[in-house]
């Protein structure tokens, strides 16, 4: 280990959040980037791990990102001193992302990952006094008692329902709803047309499989959670933004025009609380 590099021993679900972390830092620098997180390329820099292992990056990761800022910087305009939730975070770079684009920032950020993503997030990002840990499970809802709801939350789920089991990921998203009247959540999930191979857990390399995925939802289902979790008001199908490649961007906008090929595009749902 170089005496400079920190180790991250990041296991299951957890170590999932260096493979997006390298996929990002490849991305950002990347001349014809799509994704501007210089702070994703030093902390890939500063780790020691052996990267290789999740075999060739896709700018897909880089894209949903992309989506969950569009969102939230969206909520944040509104809403300038609202508190950003940001659920099983990982090794994202959002926080700093968003403080550049926003002039004047005000808003907060609470971080909620498992105890090892903490100490490394700790460790290895930058300090700042809008933003503050929790080291625990999503799951254990005490963490919803350090948030201040009266001047609006804005809860990011990206890369974390997909690991929970199904009543598992409805109750999250039930407390969130019943917890912030006026916030919103944004979520992803896999294609429903993989689910079968993200329940066991699909491989992408010789040497790295993605942990089993047990809960999925077409973007039909969905877009009746309005009916279904009491709380949510109004679901919103969010789009990737824009890629490189025109295949990419035609396989995209292909998959948006027509309802039968819903199946093949990822959940991206953006759910406002009443």
């Given at each position: 280990?170089?005496?400079?590099?920190?180790?991250?021993?990041?296991?299951?679900?957890?170590?999932?959040?260096?493979?997006?972390?390298?996929?990002?830092?490849?991305?950002?620098?990347?001349?014809?980037?799509?994704?501007?997180?210089?702070?994703?390329?030093?902390?890939?820099?500063?780790?020691?791990?052996?990267?290789?292992?999740?075999?060739?990056?896709?700018?897909?990761?880089?894209?949903?990102?992309?989506?969950?800022?569009?969102?939230?910087?969206?909520?944040?305009?509104?809403?300038?001193?609202?508190?950003?939730?940001?659920?099983?975070?990982?090794?994202?770079?959002?926080?700093?992302?968003?403080?550049?684009?926003?002039?004047?920032?005000?808003?907060?950020?609470?971080?909620?990952?498992?105890?090892?993503?903490?100490?490394?997030?700790?460790?290895?990002?930058?300090?700042?006094?809008?933003?503050?840990?929790?080291?625990?499970?999503?799951?254990?809802?005490?963490?919803?008692?350090?948030?201040?709801?009266?001047?609006?939350?804005?809860?990011?789920?990206?890369?974390?329902?997909?690991?929970?089991?199904?009543?598992?990921?409805?109750?999250?998203?039930?407390?969130?709803?019943?917890?912030?009247?006026?916030?919103?959540?944004l979520f992803d999930l896999p294609p429903a047309s993989l689910a079968r191979y993200a329940r066991r857990g699909h491989r992408i390399s010789r040497r790295y499989r993605f942990p089993p995925m047990p809960f999925t939802m077409s973007v039909a289902q969905a877009a009746d959670l309005v009916n279904t979790v009491p709380g949510v008001r109004v679901v919103r199908d969010v789009a990737l933004p824009p890629g490189r490649g025109v295949l990419l961007n035609s396989l995209l906008s292909a998959t948006r025009r027509f309802r039968a090929l819903?199946?093949?595009?990822?959940?991206?749902?953006?759910?406002?609380?009443?």
């Amino acid at each position: 280990m170089s005496p400079d590099r920190e180790t991250a021993t990041l296991t299951g679900v957890s170590e999932t959040a260096l493979l997006t972390l390298r996929a990002r830092a490849r991305e950002a620098g990347r001349p014809d980037a799509v994704i501007d997180d210089p702070l994703a390329i030093n902390l890939v820099d500063s780790i020691d791990f052996d990267f290789a292992k999740f075999g060739a990056t896709r700018q897909d990761m880089a894209l949903r990102a992309l989506a969950f800022d569009t969102q939230t910087r969206h909520y944040l305009t509104r809403y300038p001193s609202a508190t950003v939730v940001a659920l099983a975070e990982g090794l994202q770079t959002s926080f700093w992302r968003l403080d550049a684009s926003l002039p004047d920032s005000q808003f907060r950020w609470l971080t909620v990952d498992l105890p090892p993503v903490v100490e490394l997030r700790r460790r290895l990002l930058p300090e700042s006094p809008r933003v503050s840990m929790c080291a625990q499970s999503a799951l254990d809802y005490s963490w919803t008692e350090s948030v201040d709801p009266s001047r609006g939350v804005f809860v990011t789920a990206e890369g974390l329902l997909m690991y929970l089991q199904p009543d598992q990921a409805l109750g999250l998203i039930a407390e969130c709803a019943k917890r912030f009247p006026g916030g919103q959540m944004l979520f992803d999930l896999p294609p429903a047309s993989l689910a079968r191979y993200a329940r066991r857990g699909h491989r992408i390399s010789r040497r790295y499989r993605f942990p089993p995925m047990p809960f999925t939802m077409s973007v039909a289902q969905a877009a009746d959670l309005v009916n279904t979790v009491p709380g949510v008001r109004v679901v919103r199908d969010v789009a990737l933004p824009p890629g490189r490649g025109v295949l990419l961007n035609s396989l995209l906008s292909a998959t948006r025009r027509f309802r039968a090929l819903d199946s093949l595009r990822p959940t991206l749902t953006l759910l406002e609380f009443g």
